[in-house]
Every structure is written in C-alpha cells, then in structure tokens.
C-alpha cells in the first residue's frame, strides 16, 4: 500500500469505505457510515498508507455534528438532568472511579508508565486527553494508540448495541439525501464555522463540537433558526472522522503497543463492561431505556457516541448531556488521577 501514489491510497480508501459503509447501512447497522470507513482506514494505516486527515477538516466535522445535536436538544433534557441530580452525580462519579480502577489496573499489572496509564484510560475526549498527556509526563504516542483503541471497540460495541437493540423497531424512516437547502443552511454553516473558531481560539477541549451545538441549541429552542443539516454533509462529517481514528493505527506505534496489547485490550473491555452494568442500573432508577443509558455511560468520545445515537431510537439529548459532563469532570481531576496512579501503582511487571 506504501507504494501507491497518494491519490491512489485516497482512491482505495473512499472505495472501499463506501463499500462496507453502504454495506452495513443496508443491513441497518447503526452509525454505518463511521464504522465502515473507521474499519478500512484502521486496515489500511496497518497497510502502510500514508495519507493522513488534516486536523481542521476534523474540526469541521465535529462542529457539523454540534449544529446536527442542536437539532435534539430542548429543556426537557435539563429537567430530567435537574430532577435527578443525585442519581445522575452517582453515575458520573462511578463512571469516573471505573476508568480509575482501569487506568490503575493497567499499570499495575504492564510496564507502563503511570502517567501514560492514567491518561490513556480517561474516557474523556480522545483529541484532548491526548493533548493533555504530554504535558504530564506521559508517552504521548501510546496514550494516542490506548484512546484510539478504545474509541474503536467502544463504537464497535456501541453500534452492535444499537443494532440489536432496534431489530424489533421495523423498518426505519427512508432518508433524504439531498433536501432543498435554503437560508438555514447558510445560517447552519456560519454558527459551525464560528463555533469551531472560537473553541479552537479559547482552548476548549471538543469546543468545535460543544459551541454549535449550544449556540444552534439556543436558537432552536427559542424559534430563532431552526438548524438545517442536510444528510449528504452529515455522511460526510461520519465519514471523516471514521478516517481520521482508523488511520491513526499505524504499523510503528501498533509495535510500541504490542507488549502491553493483551492489557490495554483487557482493560478497555473491562471498562466497557462496568459501564454497560451501571447503565443497566441507570435504567431502574431513572426514566431512560437502555440503549440510551448504555450510550450515555459508553466510555467513548462525544463525537461517535453521538453519530451512533443519531442513527437509533436513543435520545441523543440525554446522552450528550451525560458525556459533558464526564467530559469536563475527566478534564478537572484528571491530572490528580494521574499523579495519584503513578504513586500508588506500582507495577508488578518490569
């Protein structure tokens, strides 16, 4: 694949990930159109390819799905949020104790360093516990390679989730790819392109996703503008952020990783599992079905959790609000779990 021109590894890639993509779609398989060209890009970055998504076309993408969030949001979703606080602080602090048992577990019994354990099994966002890694003496690389993984069984097993979960819902509504467009659109784009902007400009961790999706929230739900995202832009965006986790999986840090592999893959699963058993409680306790709390309490990134969500009977709301939460939660005690993982857990394994 390495000796392909690069037009010849774009050719490939969009084939083939239309391909599976429209394959899984057919099939009715949740968020289709993220798994499949996360599936071809994770095959062909093993493969030697050398093309790569520019970060601002990821942050585009991100800003589109904010605008595309909007869309759900209304204050009931605070309401249940309110009502409910104590209930919903319990399974934020459980979520965040979970991936600290992980991120302890995992140094404990690897020859990874603590800071890079710790950081690599926050589930926060991927991009951003990543950019918060290095400045705590962690490997940047391997923390990169431990958050993608997780980012690609998580959203592996949250769409199988989905999938079952909908196969008693009858056929779903036929989708409109190319709906006439109109001012809305043109509205649509100014709120995503100043969000993504001014997240970037103020540092906001996922602040090209989170500042459309409360500014075009706002407007929506006070009658201002309703938000207009076409189908065909929202495979688009689906598309290149698919891209933009699988081709991160390249063969050089895939070996640095191999040591420790059978562990980050342990301890990613485990966390996945906690977080399915506390959604199933979340269940008895409050108003939500499963497929949405197991969504909400997923130890994934905003972006997929959401591309999922929207491709299911899930209320997206709830579970957007849920992953902010935990977000900004990771992001303030994240460098004390850190600190306090890299004192007390010492490996076992040298």
């Not at 965040?96 to 404990?108: C, F, H, I």
């Not at 269940?283 to 929207?310: H, R």
Request: glycine letters at 8%; aromatic letters at 8%.
């Amino acid at each position: 694949m390495k000796h392909l021109p690069l037009t010849a590894q774009w050719a490939v890639l969009l084939f083939c990930s239309l391909a599976v993509g429209f394959t899984l779609q057919y099939y009715h398989f949740p968020a289709a159109l993220l798994i499949g060209p996360m599936l071809i890009g994770v095959i062909m970055a093993l493969s030697g390819a050398a093309i790569d998504i520019p970060p601002r076309i990821f942050i585009g993408c991100q800003s589109v799905l904010g605008c595309m969030i909007a869309l759900t949001l209304s204050p009931s979703i605070l309401n249940v949020l309110i009502s409910d606080w104590p209930m919903v602080l319990v399974v934020l602090v459980m979520t965040l104790l979970a991936s600290g048992l992980s991120g302890w577990l995992l140094v404990r019994f690897s020859s990874l360093p603590g800071p890079t354990g710790a950081w690599g099994s926050s589930p926060g966002g991927a991009s951003a516990m990543v950019a918060m890694a290095g400045e705590f003496g962690a490997d940047v690389r391997l923390v990169a390679f431990m958050q993608y993984l997780r980012v690609l069984f998580v959203a592996a097993a949250a769409a199988l989730v989905a999938h079952i979960s909908l196969a008693d819902q009858g056929e779903p509504a036929a989708v409109e790819w190319f709906p006439a467009l109109d001012y809305r659109f043109a509205a649509t784009l100014v709120i995503g392109v100043a969000g993504a902007w001014l997240g970037r400009k103020l540092h906001i961790p996922a602040g090209a996703l989170l500042i459309p999706m409360l500014a075009g929230a706002a407007l929506h739900i006070t009658g201002t503008l309703t938000i207009q995202v076409p189908q065909w832009l929202l495979a688009l965006a689906y598309a290149f952020i698919g891209w933009s986790v699988g081709l991160r999986f390249t063969p050089a840090i895939v070996m640095l990783a191999l040591k420790t592999l059978p562990q980050m893959v342990a301890s990613i699963v485990g966390l996945i599992l906690l977080c399915g058993l506390m959604a199933w409680v979340l269940t008895l306790l409050l108003p939500v079905d499963l497929l949405t709390a197991y969504l909400a309490t997923s130890p994934g990134g905003l972006d997929t959790m959401a591309i999922i969500a929207a491709g299911s009977h899930a209320d997206i709301g709830f579970v957007m609000a849920m992953q902010s939460l935990r977000l900004f939660s990771i992001l303030l005690i994240g460098p004390a779990m850190a600190r306090f993982i890299s004192r007390h857990a010492v490996p076992r394994m040298t």
